[in-house]
């Protein structure tokens, strides 16, 4: 009985010099980033608000999401965002659809605000993670793909009476080397490509009469 104890003894001790030992990984934190020196699709004087973005479960945490396969998703331990991802989104639409648009009467709602909303816009995402490529035998590297599947709606005013409404899916390839900062960049290009077509509507849009 001894001789077991002591050998359990042992072996926890072993463990516990092994977890020491192991280096702890560093956590990096990213951000989706707006577009910079970009075209504007038109010019406006309508006032815009972004609602709250509807974001799945599944990307509601800190950790950035990667699909290794259909079935299959890993959160990074050490990659985080550094806010929540439907904050980011909402902050960083409202920016590119202002610089897109060539306009400061870009709301982020609840935001306060004097004028009164022309068009409220809304997001439901239903997918936004990063597809991992997979290479056969004899084959090319297939890249890794940033995802982007959701729909847009338009509103006029802060009612329900519906502009104009789409589904959207986005892919966009992650540079080489896949590291999560090409990642990331990959993730704000399809919000990018998004807020294009977001921004697109709305020039054409009529203002709304009083």
Do not use: H
């Amino acid at each position: 009985m001894g001789t077991k104890k002591q050998l359990g003894i042992l072996t926890m001790a072993l463990a516990l010099a092994v977890t020491a030992c192991t280096p702890v990984q560093p956590i990096r934190y990213y951000a989706l980033t707006p577009v910079s020196q970009e075209e504007p699709v038109g010019e406006t004087d309508k006032v815009i608000g972004v609602a709250p973005i509807a974001l799945p479960d599944y990307l509601d945490r800190n950790g950035i999401v990667t699909r290794t396969s259909p079935n299959e998703l890993t959160v990074a331990e050490s990659s985080n965002w550094i806010e929540p991802l439907d904050l980011q989104m909402r902050r960083v639409v409202a920016r590119n659809l202002a610089l897109l648009l060539g306009t400061d009467l870009v709301f982020i709602l609840p935001q306060q605000r004097l004028l009164p909303l022309d068009y409220t816009v809304e997001i439901a995402v239903e997918r936004f993670d990063i597809e991992l490529g997979e290479a056969t035998t004899g084959t090319a590297e297939v890249p890794e793909l940033t995802v982007f599947e959701g729909r847009w709606t338009l509103f006029k005013r802060e009612s329900l009476d519906v502009l104009k409404t789409a589904p959207i899916r986005i892919t966009v390839p992650v540079e080489s080397p896949a590291t999560f900062e090409q990642r990331t960049a990959a993730m704000s290009e399809a919000v990018a490509r998004l807020s294009r077509t977001i921004a697109t509507a709305l020039a054409q849009a009529p203002k709304p009469a009083t």
